[in-house]
């Protein structure tokens, strides 16, 4: 079964340090993976999309890894800020147009 | 761009009623997703469609929930009748056709089934 994992389910920083968000796959033949963020009360926007091919991608503060061998892509971001407090999901898809979803990272940082 | 557009907002209903999630994609986009997000199964996938046409419902929990894309602009998610497990926020999400085109969201129904 193709499965994706966010752990840890919530994390805590202080502002302006760096920090990385972790997820694993089970299934090595993935397409792309996406991270989204995920406000209260609201849907879920696309952050950045990684394809198969490429290592990692970048937009602005945030910086996301793709690493197929070990099942693994990260999300870096960078001098992190009270705004970027949310919930952060990653989806991969495996082959077909449907994503699979992790149960996201709770982010807080802390003023 | 007004983005994937959702109606209602809210919705408060009755158990065994009917009740008709509505969605309107981004304008030229091909793919249309509905999704179901609990805090106990995170987001699942009901249904999608490709230029209109249902893909895969394997997501569908039961006959009691029924979708339809009658044009490129308009899409349902229907639940007849409705049951207090069905409670949730339902999302409906569109992209571009193709495996590497991101994935936009609605604002999301709450759906609360009493």
């Known amino acids: 079964k193709q499965e994706v994992t966010q752990i840890p389910a919530a994390l805590s920083v202080p502002e302006g340090e760096n920090l990385v968000l972790n997820c694993s796959f089970t299934?090595?033949?993935?397409?792309?993976l996406q991270w989204f963020r995920q406000d209260p009360g609201k849907g879920l926007t696309s952050l950045l999309l990684i394809q198969s091919s490429q290592r990692e991608q970048t937009s602005g503060r945030l910086n996301a890894s793709l690493d197929k061998s070990s099942g693994r892509s990260t999300l870096y971001i960078a001098a992190s800020q009270p705004g970027d407090s949310a919930t952060y999901l990653c989806a991969a898809r495996f082959g077909n147009e449907k994503l699979t979803f992790g149960t996201g990272t709770r982010l807080t940082i802390i003023p | 761009d007004a983005g994937v557009i959702q109606s209602p907002r809210h919705e408060v209903t009755e158990m065994g009623q009917e009740v008709t999630l509505r969605c309107k994609p981004i304008s030229g986009h091909n793919s249309l997703f509905w999704y179901r997000q609990t805090m106990m199964r995170g987001l699942e996938l009901l249904i999608y469609?490709?230029?209109?046409?249902?893909?895969?419902d394997s997501g569908m929990p039961e006959d009691r929930f029924s979708a339809k894309m009658p044009n490129a602009s308009f899409s349902t998610l229907k639940i007849q009748p409705s049951e207090p497990r069905d409670s949730a926020v339902y999302f409906c999400a569109s992209s571009r056709l193709g495996r590497n085109e991101k994935l936009f969201f609605g604002s999301g129904t709450q759906l609360s089934v009493l």
């Open positions: 469609f490709n230029n209109n046409v249902p893909i895969d």
């Open positions: 299934d090595s033949a993935i397409y792309n």
